[in-house]
């Protein structure tokens, strides 16, 4: 008979890895911490799981963008209302919230004010956007969605 910690050592089989590993480690490294955008790392690491779920073919381009909501959601990044998607391409950018945004006071806040942004932006110059393309094919009636966080 097993024992627990044998069978943490061995893995689940479940496809985020083993049991011991957090679902939210980005490309295998549990040293990288998904909500530091301040570091071009992790950027990167992000941009390539986006990547990977805006390259594939969709009913609607609303699909993709829920998808990509879900995911980025998992370590703390959220957007706002997706706007209506009309023609057969288009682009857009949507500004990128860490945590929902930041609302309060820092060490350099004075008094008769509050901090209020979108938790990116002392991190990195202007904050972040994902600024998405998308187009209908017109051989199947799809949609490709091509999408980067910049």
């Not at 044998?6 to 893995?11: K, P």
């Not at 023609?87 to 004075?110: A, E, I, M, Q, V």
């Not at 004010?113 to 094919?137: A, Q």
């Amino acid at each position: 008979m097993k024992t627990f910690k044998g069978f943490m050592r061995e893995g689940s089989g479940f496809p985020t890895g083993p049991v011991s590993e957090p679902s939210s480690n980005l490309g295998g490294s549990v040293e990288i911490n998904p909500a530091s955008l301040g570091d071009p790392t992790v950027v990167k690491r992000l941009n390539a799981i986006v990547g990977q779920i805006a390259n594939m073919e969709y009913l609607l381009p609303e699909h993709a963008l829920n998808r990509l909501r879900g995911t980025l959601q998992k370590v703390g990044i959220t957007f706002g209302a997706i706007p209506t998607m009309e023609g057969k391409s288009g682009s857009f950018d949507l500004p990128l919230k860490l945590y929902g945004g930041r609302f309060g006071k820092d060490g350099d806040t004075p008094v008769d004010e509050f901090l209020d942004d979108d938790g990116i932006s002392h991190m990195v110059e202007g904050g972040l956007s994902l600024k998405i393309n998308y187009e209908m094919m017109p051989t199947n009636n799809s949609c490709r969605v091509f999408a980067t966080i910049a």
